[in-house]
């Protein structure tokens, strides 16, 4: 991936870099916290150093998911000027991204303190940063929903309504795991309490999502299911409303916005 990224930036060369900076000219960069938030991305920030100049030397000064503040030096890299500015841009993308995400996460966690409610991720990432975004989800204190659709079955209101209603969903998912011979969790939408109660008395599922439930049912709900599955709230939740949802007693409440529209961390990269 890391490839791909520098051929996207640099093409055929960074020509204003290499008019202007010698070749043996060596100097020294800090990464500067420039809003308060939560730091993520540290990891990946060296294996960019390393893929593009293993000369590069990053001394980390604030590990990921520390809470920082502005003026903070999360590290400083030393090296050839032209590896410090070919690399810049591309650290820093993915530095504020990843650190965006764990600070909104940490946020959510925080509200919820005092529950038994954490809170999920979901599959509403950039595609091709998805691994990335669901670490900075768990830096933040987040917890990873299924990674794509092949490591949970996750049986939403599309799968349900295709196959013919709910138990015909569950059992062909458990008829499937059977013979492939895999061990997945399964999970199911309900819309409604007549979807509950069909999928409590069809059984076989790990976990049940209740989409679009107001915090009245959804307490309603918790008592039908009665501790038998896991239980997430999903659809419609916000930040200011989801606390109601975790004093209903739910497991889990998954939350697109951790990374679907979250703002970037912001920070520099500046010469010393």
């Known amino acids: 991936m890391i490839p791909l990224w520098f051929a996207e930036d640099i093409g055929d060369g960074d020509h204003t870099t290499l008019s202007c900076i010698p070749d043996n ?13 939560v730091l993520a991305g540290l990891e990946v920030a060296r294996e960019i150093f390393r893929a593009f100049d293993p000369e590069l030397k990053m001394t980390v000064f604030i590990s ?20 410090l500015l070919q690399t810049e841009r591309l650290m820093l993308n993915v530095m504020q991204r990843m650190s965006g995400i764990a600070t909104r ?3 959510y966690v925080k509200a919820l303190e005092g529950t038994r409610t954490r809170v999920l991720d979901t599959r509403k990432t950039t595609p091709g940063l998805r691994l990335l975004e669901k670490e900075a989800v768990r830096i933040g204190g987040g917890v990873n929903h299924r990674i794509g659709l092949f490591d949970m079955i996750l049986l939403k209101d ?21 013979e492939k011979g895999k061990n997945l969790k399964i999970e199911i939408e309900v819309r409604n309490f007549d979807e509950l109660n069909q999928v409590v008395q069809t059984g076989g599922v790990d976990r049940i999502m209740l989409d679009n439930f107001n915090p009245e049912n959804t307490r309603k709900a918790v008592s039908i299911i009665d501790g038998k599955y896991e239980i997430e709230s999903s659809g ?3 930040f200011d409303t989801m606390k109601a949802y975790a004093d209903c007693g739910v497991d889990f409440i998954s939350v697109g916005a951790l990374t679907h529209s979250v703002k970037s961390l912001d920070m520099s990269f500046k010469a010393m």
Do not use: C, M, W
């Not at 000219?25 to 938030?37: D, H, P, T, V």
């Not at 196959?163 to 015909?168: D, E, F, S, T, V």
């Open 25 to 37: 000219a060596f100097g020294k960069s800090q990464l500067i916290i420039k809003e308060n938030g």
């Open 64 to 83: 990921d998911g520390t809470d920082v503040k502005i003026g903070d030096v999360a590290f400083v890299v030393e090296g050839k000027i032209r590896s």
């Open 105 to 107: 996460t940490r946020e």
């Open 158 to 178: 599309n799968h349900v309504d295709f196959a013919g209603g709910i138990p015909n969903a569950i059992n062909r998912a458990k008829k499937y795991l059977k």
């Open 236 to 238: 419609g939740i916000t």
